[in-house]
């Protein structure tokens, strides 16, 4: 069978087992959650209808969220009603959660991305360095800065950047959104929550880059290449980053999925609509469907994201290529 | 001399180029902080989640509700008194009648017509009188009493009660729930109207963000005198350290603070800082079915241990006016002549000796904000000196307000509770009937004689007797020693100097319409 074919079966079936493993967190997840609302304090009733309840209206409320009814009946009308495209009604406004939800998952995407790729493009290139620059003065101030911001919650760092740059020198806005939607000054209201969020990944990939460039450098392939005559550039760019970056890549992955919906500190410092937000408040005041609907989504998103990681796997790394091959021939 | 780039150069420096030109025209990034202006932005501290009158969730809701829509009176700028707004005439005919005329030519937004009679019916019905079958209202509470509304004409109708109200006005026809809906438009947007209301009033809102923001706009079509600014943008901004910021920055131009968070900004050239009494009430409650609190000499020693003013420095930075009773000196049977307790270790030991209480461990239960937390450390040092030991139990908003309920509310102790007010006592007072226990009469105190005062107070149409009422209420409260009344709170309003902002007192309900602009 030729290789390609080999590559497509196994990637098919790797897409697969993935597909159901996805389908077993998502149900999980779900489960998981539904058990926890029976659990945890607080009715909904009361925190949402206020003093104006009658005991008749609470009574009302808890029928309609289907408080009322045994867990398994709960779940299976849930995931029902998913299939069929619904995440149920928001109990306070009365609109669609999944409006909700697209109303507010842009802002936490572009917030999300920004600020992996703001680490990757800035985190890279400084681990880059301090491996390639080991023990120098350079690398020791890296490490002190790296550990620094890993170490100081981005909510922290969100507020001293609105002193500084919002505060003292007037160059950009404090709040994170506008109604103008003109682009640019979006873009100007990004630049804070961007940074205060990558902060930490930048130092966290800096550290990482470097611990696997460091090992990656030790590794005779790279003995070998050295031997061959190719320049350090070469070398260190082409074949020991390709290798270095894997670590990374899972971290990525991980990192993207946390950020989407664990952005609410900086959510709030900068008064940013978001996923993260959404579901912190819904779950102050016990708005299930819109809690069950936000982690839906955010697990679903988180998976989704891992899964892609794991398939750049083998298209940075020949070796994990080669393996699926091989193991799709002994089967 | 020549210049040498590479593409990697040119690149480099067109991206730098392009950041410092986005940042650096320096304070081009903030919002203009001189004034007048014809819009503004205000900040609230809770979302805006459903602007349907009989669904609103709280009073930010209800304040962009008020200047969408007309109601038959409102209340006059910077006052809880009212006037005529949608109505040309309202004349209460009798103890449980009230006919009123519409003023001609009061059109509703987006093209839905002509305010007549047939809208006040439908929108006080279908908050007071849920149709068979229907969703009741939140809000029917705020009708209670409605029989039926008769329309006699296409400008005018009879509101008709099964029963006298005193609070009719105040309550209802005056508030949100008395707010003017175009039937057409309910009937037709469904549940967007949450989002999308339609109204006559001198506002109308054209954007609604979720967490974000909703903007006002001038009606237009507005018959009567157009308000000050063009457009007034409400900011939902949670963290009052952003709010600060953000009001520095001139991004927002009013915000209502607590004493500590306006404070700081009190030296911030262009801001004013007023505080305003508020109507919102604080006490520390104490449950009088569990355990030793059934004593009454064991309440009585515990307020008696208690120091409110030194509990008011801790948790409002001693801003916050002391309450001595329920209702606070703005509202109508406001008791002037109410004890002021004084701390008096000695006797509050004397009372625990007597009713052979020793070594009392209690629960204090709390919301978990700076505040409460802050006046829960104090009562628990005070209290530890006459032997009571305090756990203090601190909670998130939906743990906390559920713990009063049912059969949950009969493990409290003692709790720190606040609620919002409103211009009329009976309001405030029906939290505390023998009913309302297992819900909000979290004290768990049953008088007969409160609930017979309370039901003559709400039918009793004469201001004065009313007010003796009231008072004889509060006077038993007071001798059922479960309340120690801290607070009435204050709002500190901060805005910039040339915004003069307008409520009614107590700065619960705001007044977006009266807002103005120094010249």
Redo the contacts between chains.
């Keep these: 069978m030729p290789a390609a074919r080999i590559m497509n079966s196994e990637t098919a079936r790797y897409l697969a087992s993935r597909l159901v493993t996805t389908v077993l967190i998502v149900f999980g997840a779900m489960l998981l959650l539904f058990t926890l609302t029976t659990l945890v304090p607080g009715d909904p009733a009361a925190t949402l209808l206020g003093p104006q309840a009658t005991p008749e209206l609470a009574r009302r409320f808890v029928h309609d969220m289907g408080l009322d009814q045994p867990l398994h009946v709960r779940l299976w009308r849930f995931f029902a009603a998913v299939l069929a495209g619904n995440l149920g009604v928001d109990i306070i406004s009365g609109r669609s959660v999944v409006s909700i939800i697209a109303a507010v998952m842009p802002y936490t995407l572009i917030l999300t991305f920004s600020a992996i790729g703001l680490a990757v493009a800035t985190g890279l290139p400084l681990g880059i360095y301090a491996a390639t620059h080991r023990g120098s003065v350079m690398d020791n101030v890296l490490a002190f800065v790296s550990v620094a911001f890993i170490a100081v919650p981005s909510f922290v760092i969100a507020i001293f950047l609105l002193l500084i740059f919002a505060i003292w020198l007037g160059w950009l806005p404090v709040l994170g959104t506008s109604r103008s939607g003109a682009f640019l000054d979006e873009f100007k209201r990004m630049i804070l929550p961007t940074v205060a969020l990558a902060a930490g990944w930048i130092g966290f990939i800096a550290r990482l880059v470097r611990a696997s460039m460091l090992e990656v450098m030790g590794e005779p392939y790279i003995r070998t290449a050295r031997a061959y005559g190719l320049s350090e550039r070469i070398v260190t760019y082409k074949y020991a980053l390709k290798n270095a970056c894997i670590p990374t890549l899972a971290i990525l992955g991980l990192g993207i999925g946390r950020l989407l919906g664990g952005a609410v500190l900086v959510e709030i410092v900068f008064a940013r609509p978001g996923i993260g937000r959404l579901l912190y408040d819904a779950i102050a005041e016990r708005n299930y469907p819109v809690v069950q609907g936000t982690v839906l989504v955010t697990v679903i998103l988180f998976v989704l994201v891992n899964l892609l990681v794991d398939l750049s796997y083998s298209a940075i790394d020949p070796r994990i290529r080669r393996e699926a091959i091989s193991s799709a021939k002994a089967a | 001399m020549p210049i040498d780039l590479n593409r990697r150069q040119v690149l480099a420096g067109t991206a730098a180029t392009g950041l410092v030109g986005?940042?650096?025209p320096?304070?081009g990034?903030?919002?203009q902080t001189s004034g007048p202006r014809t819009s503004i932005t205000v900040r609230v501290d809770r979302?805006l989640?459903?602007l349907?009158p009989a669904?609103r969730?709280g009073p930010g809701d209800g304040n962009v509700i008020r200047t969408v829509h007309q109601r038959l009176m409102k209340q006059k700028a910077n006052s809880a008194e009212l006037e005529l707004d949608a109505a040309a005439e309202v004349t209460q005919t009798s103890p449980t009648t009230v006919d009123f005329r519409l003023k001609p030519g009061q059109m509703f937004t987006d093209g839905f017509g002509e305010m007549t009679a047939e809208d006040v019916k439908f929108s006080f019905e279908r908050i007071g009188l849920a149709p068979a079958g229907s969703?009741?209202a939140?809000?029917?509470?705020?009708w209670v009493n409605l029989e039926r509304v008769e329309v006699t004409g296409p400008y005018a109708g009879r509101i008709i009660l099964s029963k006298p109200r005193a609070n009719l006005f105040d309550i209802a026809i005056g508030d949100v729930s008395g707010c003017i809906m175009s039937k057409k438009a309910v009937e037709q947007r469904g549940?967007e109207i949450?989002?999308k209301p339609v109204g006559s009033g001198p506002y109308q809102v054209v954007?609604f963000?979720?967490?974000?923001?909703v903007?006002l706009k001038r009606n237009a079509n507005l018959a009567g005198p157009k308000p000050a600014f063009e457009e007034i943008?409400i900011?939902?901004?949670?963290?009052p350290?952003?709010t600060d910021?953000?009001l520095?920055?001139g991004?927002?131009d009013l915000a209502v603070l607590s004493p500590s968070g306006a404070e700081p900004l009190r030296s911030v050239a262009g801001l004013t800082v007023t505080p305003e009494p508020s109507i919102a009430y604080v006490w520390l409650g104490m449950n009088l079915e569990k355990g030793p609190l059934q004593d009454l000499r064991v309440r009585q020693a515990i307020r008696l241990a208690l120091d409110t003013d030194q509990m008011l420095a801790a948790g409002y930075n001693g801003k916050a006016p002391r309450l001595n009773t329920l209702l606070p000196p703005q509202i109508l049977g406001h008791w002037k002549d109410a004890p002021v307790y004084k701390r008096n270790v000695a006797d509050a030991k004397k009372l625990l000796a007597d009713a052979g209480a020793s070594n009392l461990k209690l629960k204090l239960l709390i919301l978990n904000q700076p505040a409460y937390q802050n006046m829960a450390l104090v009562a628990r040092a005070l209290l530890a000196e006459i032997g009571i030991t305090v756990d203090v139990d601190s909670q998130?908003?939906?743990?906390f307000?559920?713990s009063g309920?049912g059969d949950t509310g009969k493990n409290l102790d003692l709790f720190l509770l606040r609620?919002s007010g409103k211009h009329d006592p009976n309001f405030i007072m029906q939290?505390f009937v023998s009913d309302q226990v297992g819900?909000?009469n979290w004290q768990r105190w049953k008088s007969p004689e409160y609930d017979a005062l309370f039901l003559q107070a709400a039918s009793e149409l004469d201001k004065e007797k009313r007010a003796q009422l009231v008072v004889e209420a509060q006077k038993l409260m007071d001798k059922s020693s479960a309340f120690v009344w801290l607070t009435n709170e204050v709002n500190v309003l901060v805005h910039r100097a040339w915004i003069r902002p307008a409520a009614v007192p107590g700065w619960i309900d705001w007044q977006y319409d009266s807002f103005a602009a120094s010249a």
Excluded: C, H, M, P
């Design positions: 986005t940042v650096a320096g304070r990034a903030q919002a979302d989640t459903n349907d669904e969730i969703k009741e939140t809000y029917k509470g705020d549940a949450a989002t954007s963000e979720r967490q974000s923001s903007v943008a900011r939902f901004i949670s963290d350290r952003t910021l953000a520095r920055s991004e927002i998130e908003g939906g743990t307000w559920s309920k609620f939290w819900n909000w």
